[in-house]
């Protein structure tokens, strides 16, 4: 039944006014601060007043009791169009196709796409233990590693069955630090080598400190209206070729080894016309380098199984081959809550837009961006990827 | 192999004691079919009526056809253990103080994929049998044991978070001039215990049975009388900070319903014995027991009542007996309450009519002290919250979850 229905372009629909509000380790202020603080540099960045926002799309962890609608109260906004997103790192590329089609079909004009979370001392422990239904049920309780657990399980069994090595998971940390040392406010701020990578302090087998991103707090944002509009208003856009998006696949792997990417990686390309070789650069999601390997060969770059071979054979840096997490990723930037979602989105078009925060990727016309989200009982539940053209 | 428990050395009294923690213990509604196996020691999960599939996490609704008729059922247990981690660092406290702690995902072969603690003789790819556990917070868990028993497996570090395991550990027997507790005795002192106080009241009486108990290993009697409250909170003074295990073996058992009975004297005397008896002796030893609960391999660890099964549901041939120990069976669940935050289990066993004198025109079966004692320390070693014995308590059991009313008439005689 799949592909069965005639997928329509997302024609005349641009994505624009990438924002990053700087992330800091901890902060004493909310999420609705951070959601304001993305709203204001967003508005700013687009030219319009806050009641031109007449859709809105939120993703947020740290926000309860309150939700999207909440928010609309809290920051005066009145919109037509509203959607709460609570999909973790597949929130960018979920809440940029529902806003594509929103405009696309006039439910809405200007629709701005926000994540924020804030982290104060104990809230990561606090998010760990709530954070599902099944993790309260049977997860949490055991032993209370919270993703790190569930991505060491991932991972080692990753490694006995396609025959990574941690060398391999280093190699794509290492170049991601790379990339962030041009981004001043990135949490990591110093070159990582191998020996650093190898030798850290073991978190959960065979998860080491540096496979883990570091919690912060911090928002992104995103416009997305009508080619028209933003041209009205000078703004440089991306177009939008192709999106998927797919929740709790492949339920019958014992372990996961993939992301549901692969079930809907050949319509993406069908459907962007475009060829993986054509991508100038690859904006994956980052929490583990595990992932970052599944989405190499679940999208298409590679076969399932080459996935070590691939990070062998590239560079992933700016300047180099594969350019990949070009602002360092959340790996090297810190991981803002559901913000995380959306930084590979922000960074896309910040770098096919030319105004890149890191370094830029010569010549970038087209991007990759994946998503990848809600580890609620044994694996990730929530898969996406979007192809993004620089707008002509 | 694990390596074999050493009995701890004596505590140093100007230590502090560590303070009790536990996992988290919220669990979703449905996820207490779980706890109520794990109570009483059995391994089940939810079965699809429809389909017959059987799944976990726990579900509200078959993830296969939907159907909402998924009830927990005892399933094979067996599997496979196809990836493990150690945890090294945890963001909960009572993790992060017992790091590393072994995790890992075991593909039953009845299908399901189960996220478990790991004993530590179990390895990647190992067979492996899971078992349902209540942890130190009183919820459960699963945890991985190897396919067959390997050498002091009981003393593994992790297993024995979820047991009330007697080894090395101080038990006082409440009452060691009845059979039960003199029974009692001797299957604690051969199930390990380092000291088994045993209270007897009124010691310069003589009674049956006291030579031998005397010479039991490791038996130390101490006067206790659970009438009197003085004594009790004596004895709690001198020995309260090393009780690790209590067995409640005061017993008053007399025939007849309530109106044979003439007055209140006896009803007043056994609600003395049992009702009274129970919280003066949780009242003097329960706070320091529960402030025990981490206090290493001889930590505070199970309060044990021993109940008649006629708590459950009245037999009125022993009626005011019965009423009593029902009203032991709401304490006790008020007891398991206010001793969990501490990590101390309230173990309640269920006994049917024992092979006693008060017992005597009862027919069989009947339960011997020995069995008694024996479903005791086993149920203890488990890490139980409920055990029924003997075939009796078995049936009144059964019967309870099928149809209460027949039980009750049917009792009636």
Redesign the interface.
């Known amino acids: 039944m799949t592909g069965a229905a005639i997928r329509m372009a997302y024609d005349g629909v641009v994505a624009c006014a990438p924002v990053t509000v700087p992330y800091r380790r901890f902060s004493i202020n909310t999420a609705h601060w951070w959601i304001g603080r993305a709203l204001r540099d967003l508005t700013r960045a687009a030219g319009l007043e806050p009641p031109q926002i007449d859709g809105l799309v939120l993703s947020s962890f740290t926000l309860g009791p309150d939700t999207a609608v909440g928010v609309t109260q809290h920051l005066g906004l009145s919109p037509r169009w509203l959607d709460h997103v609570p999909l973790g790192g597949a929130s960018g590329v979920v809440g940029l196709r529902r806003a594509a089609r929103a405009v696309q079909c006039g439910d809405a004009r200007f629709v701005a796409c926000v994540a924020a979370d804030t982290n104060h001392v104990d809230s ?2 606090k998010t ?2 709530t954070f599902s ?2 993790a ?11 993703a ?2 569930s991505f ?2 991932i991972t ?2 990753y490694m ?1 069955k396609y025959g990574a090595r941690r060398e391999d998971f280093g190699k794509i940390c290492i170049a991601q630090r790379q990339n962030a040392l041009a981004v001043p406010f990135a949490m990591m701020k110093k070159p990582l080598t191998l020996e650093e990578y190898m030798t850290a ?6 998860l080491h400190l540096f496979d883990c991103v570091m919690p912060c707090a911090g928002a992104e944002a995103f416009l997305v209206c009508r080619d028209s509009d933003a041209k009205a208003l000078g703004l440089a856009s991306v177009r939008l070729l192709a999106t998927i998006e797919r929740h709790n696949a492949f ?1 019958d792997d ?2 996961q080894e993939r992301g549901g990417w692969a079930m809907d990686a050949g319509e993406l390309w069908q459907m962007a016309g475009v060829p993986p070789e054509r991508i100038d650069l690859v904006e994956t999601y980052d929490d583990y380098p595990v992932v970052v390997m599944m989405q190499f060969e679940d999208l298409g770059f590679c076969k399932k199984g080459e996935g070590p071979d691939f990070v062998r054979s590239h560079t992933f840096t700016t300047d180099g081959s594969f350019p990949h997490n070009t602002c360092g990723g959340q790996l090297s930037m810190g991981q803002a809550g559901a913000a995380g979602g959306y930084l590979g989105l922000t960074e896309a078009m910040r770098q096919l837009t030319g105004r890149p925060i890191g370094r830029p990727v010569a010549k970038a016309e087209l991007a990759l961006v994946s998503g990848f989200g809600m580890i609620n ?2 694996r990730g539940l929530s898969s996406g990827a979007a192809i993004l053209a620089r707008a002509s | 192999m694990i390596e074999p428990l050493v009995r701890p050395k004596r505590k140093n009294p100007l230590k502090r004691t560590r303070q009790p923690l536990h ?6 509604r449905t ?1 207490h079919g779980l706890t109520a196996a794990a109570a009483q020691g059995r391994f089940e999960l939810q079965k699809c009526l429809e389909c017959a599939m059987i799944f ?3 579900r509200d609704a078959c ?1 296969r056809c939907l159907s909402a008729r998924v009830p927990f059922v005892p399933v094979d247990n067996r599997g496979t253990l ?11 406290p ?2 992060r103080e017992r790091a590393p ?1 072994r ?3 075991t ?1 039953l072969d009845c299908g399901p ?1 189960v ?3 790991l004993h530590g003789d179990v390895r ?1 790819g190992d067979r492996v049998r899971l078992d349902l556990k209540l ?1 130190k ?1 009183g ?1 459960p ?1 699963i945890i991985a044991l190897p396919e067959k028993d390997t050498p002091h497996m009981t003393d593994d570090r992790q297993l024995r978070e979820m047991t009330c395991d007697p080894k090395f550990r101080r038990v006082l027997i409440t009452d060691g001039r009845n059979a039960v507790g003199q029974a009692m005795a001797r299957s604690f002192s051969e199930a390990g215990a380092s000291i088994v106080f045993v209270g007897v009241a009124d010691a310069w009486k003589p009674f049956p049975g006291q030579e031998a108990l005397r010479k039991i290993a490791r038996v130390e009697i101490v006067p206790l009388d659970l009438t009197d409250t003085e004594s009790v909170a004596e004895l709690a003074e001198q020995n309260g900070a090393r009780t690790d295990i209590i067995v409640n073996t005061a017993e008053h058992v007399r025939p007849g319903g309530i109106l044979q009975r003439h007055g209140l004297t006896v009803a007043r005397e056994e609600m003395d014995i049992r009702y009274f008896g129970l919280m003066r002796l949780a009242q003097a030893f329960g706070p320091v027991m529960r402030s025990r609960g981490a206090d290493g391999v001889n930590s505070a660890t199970a309060f044990v009542n021993l109940l008649s099964v006629y708590a459950l549901t009245n037999w009125p041939a022993y009626g005011a007996y019965s009423a009593a120990e029902a009203a032991c069976l709401s304490a006790a669940q008020c007891l398991r309450a206010e001793l969990r935050p501490g990590g101390v289990k309230v173990l309640n066993v269920f006994f049917g009519p024992l092979d006693t004198e008060w017992f005597q025109t009862v027919p069989p079966p009947k339960v011997t002290p020995e069995a008694l004692a024996r479903a005791v320390v086993q149920a203890l070693q488990r890490g139980l919250e409920e055990v029924f014995v003997g075939d009796v308590a078995e049936e009144v059991r059964a019967r309870l979850s099928v149809n209460p009313k027949a039980l009750e008439r049917e009792l009636a005689g």
């Open positions: 990561f422990r760990l233990s239904r099944f309260q049920d049977a997860v949490y309780p055991y032993g209370a590693g919270g790190n657990a060491a399980l080692k069994n006995n302090r073991a978190i959960c087998d065979p339920t014992p372990v009982y044994d | 996992p988290q213990s919220v669990r979703s996820a976990y996490p726990p993830p196809a990836v493990e981690t150690t945890i090294r660092t945890s963001t909960d009572y993790f702690w995790v890992g995902l593909r994929v996220l478990a603690h990647e942890d917070g919820a868990v």
